[in-house]
């Protein structure tokens, strides 16, 4: 999979811009501010349908414009794919192949796409919001059925939630019941489709950070312990734990438990990274979930995701940015870095310089 080229209109700091990618290695340098990491935003907004920045779309707009306009053609997994996303201070407008979609499920699927920028250290260093975060994003890219049912999940959780704080016990009481059987369908699906996939994972982890650190560090992942089984009993056992927290759930004002309370645990050396990695040891342990998770795309349906990294290589020392370039072999890369990296000279190199919302050219 790979992006032939991007349009840019009124998106961040461009009035109009076109880029010409290549199959391998794309740099896009520059000074700071200049647009470079906007540039990649929009290559993963259109593969996913998410800014990795900001949940608002509204700062994707240049400023005192009234609406963003951006496509791609991509060769995809099905094939040659215009994708495009007019996003107005109303919402947004996305098709795919002129065709427009009103689910991001619709949109998901076509071109995957990985971005690791120096933010993605919160993946290991933050509460279990970021964890899912990521967990959510790949396996939705990899699986529409896990997507719609996070999709149904989260709405009927707001539901619940907002009935928790209702006055009224006995109707909470009564209707609990009616909501956690199909909060519950829901949750296991997500709950067996996260277990899946930290399995995949985690070996793929632990082989790339192994790699990127020369054998001197071991990386596992464990997903969450409370929910073993296949789907059926993972319902089953969410709707009792569920029920018998009625109390607790009605006190809180808030759903305690079921998957949106997961996490998973990443430990190098056997110790909580959480708590304990160094910044080095973090930066690694990031990065090579995130290789891990280009390798999973590969296995799970036979081609390589573009893989988005922004700015990156500078906090990097020389032999870690060589073995990442070296990873990169064989797969669309779009780098952000302020210097044309020393590591990518002799190789093929697409080189786009930007200044100010533009490509100098
Ligand atoms: N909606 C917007 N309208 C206009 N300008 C914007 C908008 N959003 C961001 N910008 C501007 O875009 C500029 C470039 O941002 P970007 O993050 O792409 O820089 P960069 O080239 O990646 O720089 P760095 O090397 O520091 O990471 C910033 O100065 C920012 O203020
Ligand atoms: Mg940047």
Redesign the pocket.
């Known amino acids: 999979m790979y992006i032939k080229n991007l349009q840019l209109k009124n998106f961040?700091?461009y009035a109009e811009e076109k880029f010409e990618f290549t199959q391998g290695l794309n740099v896009l340098f520059?000074?700071?501010?200049?647009?470079?990491?906007?540039?990649a935003e929009a290559v993963f907004y259109l593969c996913t349908g998410t800014s990795p920045r900001t949940r608002k779309e509204k700062?994707?707009?240049?400023?005192g414009e009234d609406g963003a306009f951006i496509s791609c053609t991509c060769a995809g997994r099905y094939g040659d794919v215009e994708i495009s996303a007019a996003i107005s201070e109303n919402g947004r407008e996305v098709k795919v192949n002129g065709n427009k979609i009103t689910r991001n499920a619709d949109l998901l699927g076509n071109v995957f796409a990985v971005f690791f920028s120096p933010q993605e250290l919160r993946l290991i260093q933050d509460g279990p919001d970021e964890r899912r975060r990521f967990m959510n994003l790949s396996i939705s890219q990899l699986s529409r059925p896990y997507y719609i049912a996070l999709s149904r999940y989260n709405k009927i959780l707001e539901q619940r939630n907002n009935l928790l704080k209702n006055r009224d016990i006995s109707l909470i009481y009564d209707t609990l019941p009616v909501w956690d059987e199909q909060l519950c369908k829901y949750a296991a699906v997500i709950a067996c489709a996260r277990a899946e996939y930290i399995k995949k994972l985690a070996p793929l982890a632990s082989d790339a950070h192994r790699f990127l650190t020369d054998g001197r560090e071991e990386l596992t992942l464990s997903p969450d312990k409370k929910y073993k089984g296949d789907e059926e009993l993972l319902k089953k056992r969410l709707f009792d734990e569920l029920s018998q927290n009625y109390d607790r759930d009605i006190r809180l004002g808030y759903t305690a438990s079921g998957p949106h309370r997961d996490d998973i645990t990443i430990c190098v050396d056997g110790i909580d990274a959480k708590n304990y990695a160094s910044q080095g040891q973090t930066r690694t342990a990031a990065l090579s979930v995130k290789l891990a998770e280009v390798e999973i795309f590969r296995q799970e349906c036979g081609e390589y995701p573009v893989l988005i990294l922004d700015?990156v290589m500078s906090e990097l020392d020389l032999p870690r940015r060589k073995k990442l370039v070296s990873r990169a072999v064989g797969l669309q890369t779009i780098i952000?870095c302020?210097h044309a990296e020393r590591v990518l000279y002799g190789q093929e190199v697409n080189k786009i310089m930007?200044e100010g919302?533009a490509i100098k050219r």
């Open positions: 961040r700091n520059g000074r700071n501010a200049q647009g470079k990491t906007n540039c700062q994707l707009i240049k400023n700015d952000t302020t930007i919302g």
